[in-house]
């Protein structure tokens, strides 16, 4: 394929204006602001999708069962609940999954490893979601 490479992650883009957008994510510039909250990205189509927060517009809709939703990628995940595919499956242990945080959270269980941690409580958990609940348990009238 002819194209524009970049040279830091060796990406090839068939057109220059491509590329130059691409830069953005390794310079860590985000030019697209939202004016609604602030929120900025560095492509301006991240921004599009995002508009969608605010307006809670959901063009992409599920030919199976309705279901909508606000881009394309979350839609073209959901179709995976009526076919049954599993395209994310663990090299350790031969468990398939439909999504791959899924299966990246799987890999923790493999690894023991417990990236949320609170320093405070010196407690760590794989997943973020318990890390949160732990911090419930400080909070409640208990404490």
Known sequence: MKGTTCEICKK?????HH??????IHTQEKPHVCDICNKAFSQKHNLTD????H??????SCDGCGKAFSRKSF???HYR?????RPHSCEVCGK???RKSHLNRLYLTHTKEKPHSSEVFGKAYSQK????????????DNC
């Open 81 to 85: 609940v009526h076919t049954k595919e």
């Open 19 to 24: 590329l130059d957008a691409h830069h953005l």
């Open 50 to 53: 995002h508009y969608r927060v």
């Open 55 to 60: 307006t809670k517009e959901r063009p992409y």
């Open 96 to 98: 398939a999954y439909s």
């Open 75 to 77: 839609l073209t995940v």
């Open 129 to 140: 979601s318990h890390l949160n609940r732990h911090y419930l348990t400080h909070t409640k």
């Open 12 to 16: 090839t883009f068939i057109r220059k």
